[in-house]
Structure formats: structure tokens, C-alpha cells
Nanobody
Framework: QVQLVESGGGSVQAGGSLRLSCTTSTYTTGLNFMGWFRQASGKEREEVATIYLSGASFYAASLKGRFTISHDNALNTVYLQMNSLKPEDTAMYYC???????????????????WGQGTQVTVSS
């Protein structure tokens, strides 16, 4: 069982920045990609970004340029740097762990095997 723990959420004013972290509890054989998702109140879960063990990273088109996903060498910790935050970025942010081979730039939630509990990000205007 892999446990993912997110941290770094909080409240910021519009235009501010936050860096989220997601740490896996144990080294996991076969872990190949990690993703960040978010879900705002009353809305569907949205895929934010994906990063592969190779370092290849992909973003939702609407977020590219403001958000940056990165990881340490073994995907033990994944980061999401969020800049120029907007009130519409307010959501619960979740990280997730995926296994196996190439699953596309934004694999979708069904391709992820483990999920964290989430960290709240609130952006005020």
C-alpha cells in the first residue's frame, strides 16, 4: 500500500504563489508517473499536470505557464509550483501515483492507483 501525503496548501491573495508537495510513504517498484488533480466545490475533478519518472511533464492547457510540476529523482516527492494564482484556482488539490508504461500526457484519474488526501488551496481576490 502506497500512501501519498500532500502539503503546502493554504490561503493566498490573487497573484501570489504556493508550492505543493506530495511525498510517497515508501519506495515503490514500478511507479512511473505522478499527477496533480484539483476539485473545486461543486465542480468535477480536473487534471492539472503529470510528470513521468523520465522527467517529461505535461499540463492542462489552461494552466500551462503558471504551474510547474517537478519531482526528485525517484518520484519520492513531487512538487507543484503555482504562480500568479487566481481565485478560480481555489480547490482541493490531490496528488496521485501511476504505474506501468506511457499513459499519455494527461492519463486521467482511472490510470492512477493511489491518491493522497488532498491539500486545500484558497485564493482570495
Amino acid at each position: 500500500q502506497v500512501q501519498l501525503v500532500e502539503s503546502g496548501g493554504g490561503s493566498v491573495q490573487a497573484g501570489g504563489s504556493l508550492r505543493l508537495s506530495c511525498t510517497t510513504s515508501t519506495y515503490t517498484t514500478g511507479l512511473n508517473f505522478m499527477g496533480w488533480f484539483r476539485q473545486a466545490s461543486g465542480k468535477e475533478r480536473e487534471e492539472v499536470a503529470t510528470i513521468y519518472l523520465s522527467g517529461a511533464s505535461f499540463y492542462a492547457a489552461s494552466l500551462k505557464g503558471r504551474f510547474t510540476i517537478s519531482h526528485d529523482n525517484a518520484l519520492n516527492t513531487v512538487y507543484l509550483q503555482m504562480n500568479s494564482l487566481k481565485p478560480e484556482d481555489t480547490a482541493m488539490y490531490y496528488c496521485a501515483a501511476g504505474f506501468g508504461g506511457w499513459s499519455g500526457p494527461l492519463p486521467g484519474p482511472n490510470r492512477y492507483a493511489y491518491w493522497g488526501q488532498g491539500t486545500q488551496v484558497t485564493v482570495s481576490s
